[in-house]
């Protein structure tokens, strides 16, 4: 099942169910380019992990950690389906990063591997724009990666069940294919993540993990098209523009 929020023609902020193009609620059925398509969640924070693919380490010239590398980005960085994201500006490059984000269903602290799941409410499509010319030369990376809409996210949670161990990830940019890899390669599982992070910090119901991207990552350009597909979920789609 898939779960979208969005905004209906009378400006009313509504969570339905997204089925072939449209989203139901409360007995009304809305064509999808009617309403306001928002990040399906509302997340108190974006909890990133770093280098959670081996290849992606590898074209970084980094080594493979040996636990979770992680960094936040707060509610400013979201951004919805079909938005157009503002590139900061005076920068040389900013990369996208494909990436599947896993939205926590309650809040907790101190999961279990065993019982990561339990909490885990789904899944989304998550784009973890990357400012490149910061991010290299300061170590908590504001600049480089929490500034607003630097995570476009959706278009929907899709259960868990939609979502398979395998799952493609990948990510177009102008309609052209520049990553391509599974969730079967991350170095660290959905349990491992959750496990891990609520040792340090209790998640709430919303919350985002996004766990990491695969390699190929490259530079955006001002009028591009990025398209993140994850299998199993529908297209997050968006642009991005230059100031």
């Given at each position: 099942m898939y779960r979208a929020?969005?905004?209906?023609?009378?400006?009313?902020?509504?969570?339905?169910?997204w089925t072939d193009g449209s989203v139901e609620f409360g007995g009304e059925t809305y064509d999808v380019d009617d309403v306001d398509l928002l990040p399906p969640c509302e997340p108190s924070k974006i909890v990133c992990v770093g280098l959670n693919y081996a290849n992606h380490a590898a074209e970084s010239g980094m080594e493979i950690p040996d636990r979770p590398l992680l960094f936040l980005k707060p509610?400013?960085?979201?951004?919805?389906?079909?938005?157009?994201?503002?590139?900061?500006?005076?920068?040389e490059r900013v990369d996208y990063e494909a990436e599947l984000g896993v939205v926590i269903g309650e809040q907790c602290r101190h999961?279990?591997?065993?019982?990561?799941?339990?909490?885990?409410?789904?899944?989304?499509?998550?784009?973890?724009v990357s400012n490149r010319d910061d991010q290299e030369i300061e170590q908590n990376w504001i600049r480089g990666k929490a500034f607003d809409n630097s995570a476009p996210l959706g278009p929907v949670v899709a259960t868990p069940?939609?979502?398979?161990?395998?799952?493609?990830?990948?990510?177009?940019?102008?309609?052209?294919?520049?990553?391509?890899s599974s969730r079967a390669d991350f170095i660290f599982s959905v349990p491992e993540l959750v496990a891990e992070i609520t040792t340090y910090m209790t998640l709430e119901a919303?919350?985002?993990?996004?766990?990491?991207?695969?390699?190929?990552?490259?530079?955006?350009?001002?009028?591009?098209?990025?398209?993140?597909?994850?299998?199993?979920?529908?297209?997050?789609?968006?642009s991005v523009r230059s100031d």
């Open positions: 929020r969005f905004r209906d023609p009378a400006g009313s902020v509504r969570t339905g169910q509610p400013n960085a979201l951004a919805a389906h079909g938005s157009t994201v503002t590139l900061p500006a005076g920068k999961v279990s591997e065993d019982e990561a799941m339990d909490v885990v409410a789904g899944f989304t499509c998550v784009n973890d069940d939609e979502v398979a161990e395998d799952a493609r990830i990948s990510l177009r940019v102008n309609g052209e294919t520049k990553q391509d919303g919350d985002v993990i996004s766990t990491g991207t695969p390699e190929g990552v490259g530079p955006l350009a001002d009028g591009d098209t990025v398209e993140v597909d994850v299998e199993g979920i529908p297209t997050l789609e968006h």
